[in-house]
Every structure is written in structure tokens, then in C-alpha cells.
């Protein structure tokens, strides 16, 4: 209490402090004011700067942590303080307990108040931290109202009543939006958001089930225990006595009728029935919840499989329908199913599609930069273009016995491992002559298109999967798409490639002398297309523009020869009229004579 006590008045102060208007800071200057200024005026300005760094931010841990403090306050109101209104052999036993509990509550509700005075919000994605802003939308709020009806001293009533009475205490019930808070940060923070939300319902269910068996037997004790079927019974008689078997049985009747088995008693007076009748309703609503929400649930958590069955069975059809032989059925099946075990069977770009570019960069960058780094024409390469490269990674996964690439082959991508071992066999698919690892690449010099390369762009042996193997694949097309926009890192590329080609003892050095004036003429060509291509845009738009342009021009001119034509119209109609005095307007005659 203490505590709570002085942030309340450090609060109050602060308050008072800023609705002071400029007449509250108007003050009479004398030397010994200004000694006393001088004297203070540092410390103050300290102190205050610091108050003013105590903004609570609602997506920080400590937030969070101290939701968790509040809602374990606000279930011990929900749950004990309705039970000691009605039990009062659970009231009278532990009172001296239940007081420090009762008073650690409000000492929480009270500081609650105090940071939620303190939490910021988000305005146009900036953090709020303006004080008066803080205290202005808070209080406009409904949250406010609870929360001020919650801490307001009930229990003052002790004094007259006695401190048997924790009904003065309910107030304290109206805390929940605290605890809703909590729950719904913590399905946004878990990992398993089904399962906590089956959790979430399961409490609600047994607060309501606690509350009806309290109020069951506050009933049986205003009616009196044991005066008919229905109430509690009588509680001298065995089994009935002690407070664990009276709220058990409370427990057990509450939960019978809200699940609407029945099979108790039928009430007898007119309150039990209309109690009963409550009961059920509440009942029935219960049991549509707990359907609704669980099966909505169980769909979402199987939602996933059930796509990818669907897929499996599309596969399966399919090759039922060509005819597939059973050994390649075999396999694809058991891709699947390596898929599935793995946690491999979800699309990365179908899942990351609904992000912004920015941050699907930066998880790219997260899961793939440090494995593109090890690639060896990659390392010190520039950020950006690295950024580049790792958006355009493709995990791609090989089943045991799988080519990866054979001999001869053209070379369009290269490979990083992920997971899994690869073999470089000879042709004849047993022996082997290498073993690669995770963290290993191959491919990388065929995809740079190096002028004098022995190699040229084809693969220079066969590399097969050993079993399930996890690789990333980056293609030729993709890498010539980044580089185009890091002109020097392409530069740098390819003669970091001539060097290890060159340590290799595979660069053709006259080859390369040829093929460097032929890539002259290339880019020579290459550039020329573009202008062209940029001239054929360009003219194409002149064009668009002079067609619309003749088209506006030709609207005029027959709007124009449209009024010149209305014009002269009506100048022969006047003509017409003055050359003939005799025609005379049919609504003035001439008068008889």
C-alpha cells in the first residue's frame, strides 16, 4: 500500500504540475527566489526528465509481464470473493489470509492504474509519450470508468458490517478488460493459438459453472437447507457438513444443470424455477459456444493437413489415371510423406506473399544471408546485392537417388545444401567420388557465363542425393536480373570466378582474350538494342500523344462548325423577316379596321 500510495502522489503532482496555467507560473522575482531556483532548478529538471521517460510501451515485455500480474489479481476477485460471499465457512476460517490477499489486489488495481495512465499508443505508427495525450484518451475510455468504479474503497463498509461481508468487495469484479487484454496478447504471442484459445473457453465455462454452483447454494441457505427437494441439502447431516463436500456437491448440481443433463431434483417453489429456467437458457448457450468454438477450432488446427491430403489425393488420381508404374508411385508417396514428417509441406512464398517487400526482406535475409555468404564468388560481395540474391533463393528438396545435375549438362543454377549429403558418382551411378555436405554449393562458375573457362557452361560431373536432401537453387536468369543493377559487382564476380578457375588450372587465357572482344561486341549489340527498344518506347508515346491530340482537335472543329451553322441559321431567319413587313407574329394580329 505503500508503494501504490506513492505513485499515486507522485502521479497527482505530476497532473497538477501540468494544469498549472500561466498563472500558476507567474511568480514574484527576488533574489532570494533566484538563489533558491539556481539552488534547485538543476535537480528538478533532472527529476522530471526522468518521470518523463516512465512511458510503457504496449508491445514490451515488461507490458506484457505485468498484464500477467493483473490478470492473476483480477481471477482471485473472480473466483474467491464470489465464493467467501457465499460460503461462509471459507470466509471465517482464513479471514486474516484473505485480508492481505484482498489489500495485495488493490494495491495492484491502484498501481494498474497508474501505468495504464502510463502506456502509450500507436498514432500513425509512432509511439504516443505526450502525457496529456495519454491522460485524455485514457479517461475518455470505458476502461477508465471500470477502472475507477474498481478501486473505489467498498470495504470501508467493514466498519458498520463486519469484515464477514466480501460482497462490499464485487466491485473489484469489474477489472476483467485488464485480464481479456491479457488473453488476447498471449494468442498473438503463443505458438499454438488453438490450443490456448480451447484453454481460454474451458476457463470461461468453469467461471460461469463456479459462479452458478455459489449462487445455487446462497439460494438453499436464504430458502433453508434441507426445506425441500431441490435446495441444498441439510447440512447436519453426513456428508453435507464440511465445506469441501458442500461445494462439490454444488459443483457437481451446477455442472449437471448448465450442461442440461439433468437427472437432479425438480425445484418447488417459484424463485427455484425460475433459477432453473435461467440455468438452462444459460445452459443452452453454453453448449452452442463450446460446439461452435471447438469444432471452428479443430477445423483450423487440421486445416493444414487437410490441404495437403487434398494434394496427395490430386497426386494420387492422377497417376492412377496415366498410369504410373507402382515403384514411382512408391517414391512419390514418400515424398510426400518426408514432406509432412519434416514440417516441410508448407509453401514459404504462399505464406510469405501477404508481407510487405521490406519485411519479407528481412526474414529472407534472417534465414538465408549467412548460408549465401559461404558461397565462395559471394563473400565480401555488396550488401545489396546479396539482399538480391537471397529474395531469389528457391528451396527446392531431392529424394534419395535423385540427380542433381548429370555430366554434360548445361548449367543454369547452382546449389547451396541446407541439409542432406550429396555424391559426385562416376557414370555409372555407384562409384562415388566426393561427398558433399551441409553448407556446401556447387554450380556457381557455370551460372556466370566466364569467357575461357575449360568447362564452358556444362557440368563437369554427376552429383546425386544420397537421401532426402534439402538445397537452395539459384538460377542463372535470377543472378543476371541482380547483377544488372551492381554493374562493379558483376565486374567483381566474374574475376573473382577467372581466379578460381585459374587456380584450378581451368581457364583458357587466349580463349579468354577472344571472348572478351567478343563480349565487347556483345554488350555493344546488347546496348544498342536497348536504345533502340527506348526509342520504339518513346515513339510509340509521341504517337498516343499525336493521336489523342488530332482526336481533341477534331472535336473542336465540329463543335465549331456546329455553332457557325446554328449562327447563320438564325441570321437568315432574321433576314427573312425584315425583307417581308407583311408576316406578322401570330400572337399579335393587326387590328381590323
Known amino acids: 500500500m505503500a508503494v501504490s500510495g506513492s505513485l499515486i502522489l507522485v502521479f497527482v503532482r505530476t497532473v497538477r504540475s501540468k ?29 522530471e526528465k526522468k518521470w518523463d521517460l516512465f512511458v510503457v510501451s504496449p508491445s514490451d515485455d515488461v507490458y506484457y509481464r505485468w498484464l500477467f500480474v493483473i490478470a492473476l489479481a483480477v481471477l482471485y476477485n473472480w473466483f474467491l470473493v464470489v465464493a467467501r460471499a457465499c ?14 490477499l484482498d489489500y495485495l489486489s488493490d494495491a495492484l488495481y491502484i498501481t494498474d492504474t497508474c501505468v495504464r495512465l502510463r502506456t502509450g499508443f500507436l498514432e500513425q505508427g509512432l509511439l504516443v509519450k505526450d502525457h496529456a495525450k495519454l491522460r485524455d484518451s485514457y479517461i475518455r475510455t470505458l476502461q477508465f470508468k471500470l477502472d475507477l468504479l474498481s478501486i473505489l474503497p467498498t470495504d470501508l463498509g467493514y466498519i458498520s458490517t463486519g469484515i464477514h461481508t466480501p460482497q462490499l468487495r464485487f466491485n473489484r469484479l469489474l477489472r476483467f478488460p485488464r485480464m481479456f487484454e491479457f488473453f488476447d496478447r498471449t494468442e498473438t504471442r503463443t505458438n499454438y493459438p488453438n490450443i490456448f484459445r480451447i484453454c481460454n473457453l474451458v476457463l470461461y465455462i468453469l467461471v460461469i459453472i463456479h459462479w452458478n454452483a455459489c449462487i445455487f447454494y446462497a439460494i438453499s441457505k436464504s430458502l433453508g437447507f434441507g426445506s425441500d427437494t431441490w435446495v441444498f441439502p441439510n ?32 425445484p418447488v417453489r417459484d424463485e427455484e424455477y425460475v433459477f432453473v429456467v435461467f440455468d438452462f437458457l444459460v445452459g443452452v448457450l453454453i453448449f452452442a459456444t463450446i460446439v461452435g468454438n471447438v469444432g471452428s477450432m479443430i477445423a483450423n488446427m487440421n486445416a493444414t493437413r487437410a490441404e495437403f491430403q487434398a494434394r496427395i489425393d490430386a497426386i494420387k488420381h492422377y497417376m492412377h489415371f496415366r498410369k504410373v508404374s507402382r515403384e514411382l508411385e512408391t517414391r512419390v508417396i514418400k515424398w510426400f510423406d518426408y514432406l509432412w514428417t519434416n514440417k516441410k509441406a508448407v509453401d514459404e512464398q504462399e505464406v510469405l506473399k501477404n508481407l510487405p517487400n521490406k519485411l519479407r526482406a528481412e526474414i529472407a535475409i534472417n534465414v538465408h544471408l549467412e548460408t549465401l555468404k559461404k558461397v565462395r564468388i559471394f563473400q565480401d560481395c555488396e550488401a545489396g546485392l546479396l539482399v538480391e540474391l537471397v529474395l531469389k533463393l528457391r528451396p527446392q528438396v531431392f529424394s534419395p537417388g535423385d540427380y542433381i545435375c548429370r555430366k554434360g549438362d548445361i548449367g543454369k543454377e547452382m546449389y547451396i545444401i541446407k541439409e542432406g549429403k550429396l555424391a559426385v558418382v562416376a557414370d555409372d551411378g555407384v562409384t562415388q567420388y566426393a561427398l558433399l555436405t551441409a553448407g556446401s554449393c556447387f554450380g556457381e562458375i557455370s551460372i556466370l557465363n566466364i569467357k575461357g573457362s575449360k568447362m564452358g557452361n556444362r557440368r563437369t560431373a554427376n552429383i546425386r542425393s544420397l537421401g532426402y536432401s534439402d538445397l537452395f537453387c539459384l538460377s542463372k536468369d535470377d543472378l543476371m536480373e541482380a547483377v544488372t543493377e551492381y554493374p562493379d ?5 566474374e574475376e573473382r570466378g577467372r581466379e578460381i578457375l585459374m587456380k584450378e588450372g581451368l581457364l583458357d587465357e587466349n580463349a579468354q582474350s577472344g571472348g572478351l572482344q567478343k563480349e565487347d561486341t556483345e554488350e555493344k549489340v546488347e546496348r544498342l538494342e536497348s536504345s533502340l527498344d527506348t526509342l520504339q518506347t518513346r515513339f510509340a508515346r ?52
Not at 494544469?19 to 539552488?39: C, I, K
Not at 460460503?87 to 492481505?100: G, K, P, T
Not at 559487382?489 to 564476380?493: N, Q, Y
Open 542 to 593: 509521341l504517337l498516343s500523344e499525336y493521336t489523342h491530340t488530332q482526336q481533341r482537335l477534331k472535336q473542336r472543329v465540329t463543335l465549331l462548325e456546329h455553332f457557325l451553322n446554328q449562327t447563320d441559321c438564325c441570321a437568315e431567319a432574321n433576314a427573312r423577316k425584315q425583307d417581308d413587313p407583311l408576316q406578322q407574329d401570330p400572337k399579335n394580329p393587326l387590328p381590323e379596321s
Open 235 to 266: 447440512i447436519s447431516k453426513p456428508g453435507y457438513s464440511t465445506l469441501t463436500q458442500s461445494y462439490v456437491y454444488c459443483l457437481y448440481w451446477s455442472t449437471l444443470t448448465l450442461t442440461t443433463i439433468g437427472e437432479m431434483p425438480p
Open 489 to 493: 559487382a558483376k565486374t567483381v564476380l
Open 87 to 100: 460460503f461462509d465457512e471459507l470466509q471465517v476460517s482464513n479471514y486474516i489470509c484473505w485480508l492481505v
Open 19 to 47: 494544469d498549472d496555467g500561466p498563472a500558476g507560473r507567474e511568480r514574484s522575482v527576488s533574489p532570494q527566489s533566484v538563489s533558491e531556483d539556481q539552488l534547485g532548478g538543476g535537480n528538478r529538471e533532472s527529476r
